[in-house]
Nanobody, 127 residues
């Protein structure tokens, strides 16, 4: 079982940057994937970036590719989402998600694949 806690959200102007963190605790010593999702009012939750342990392959939504970078530091049991060139349409609550014990050639961006979720952190981008 995993517990995930996000931090690093806030308010920034268009073009700015933020780095979100996702601290994991519990049974962290297993094969896993982690992802970042976001949800804004009236919209469905959207997967924006994902990675899996044991591979360097990452997966990004087309809306953030080239601007966001997902990474993790296994020594700290922490995942990150570096968000650059932020736009007002990036405004949302961002959630960290995790799964364990499965291997994917391409880290999934579908929320049905993940069974551990953080509480979310608000990101607001003003124009």
């Amino acid at each position: 079982r995993l517990e995930l806690v996000e931090s690093g959200g806030g308010s920034v102007q268009s073009g700015g940057s933020l780095r979100l963190s996702c601290a994991a605790s519990g049974d962290t010593d297993t094969t896993h994937c982690m992802a970042w999702f976001r949800q804004s009012p009236g919209k469905e939750r959207e997967g924006v970036a994902a990675l899996c342990s044991g591979t360097t392959v990452t997966n990004y939504a087309s809306s953030v590719r080239g601007r966001f970078i997902i990474s993790e530091d296994m020594s700290k049991n922490t995942g990150y989402l570096q968000m650059n060139s932020l736009k007002p349409e990036d405004t949302a609550i961002y959630y960290c998600a995790g799964m364990q014990g499965r291997y994917f050639v391409r880290p999934p961006l579908s929320n049905i694949e993940y069974n551990y979720w953080g509480q979310g952190t608000q990101v607001t981008v003003s124009s």
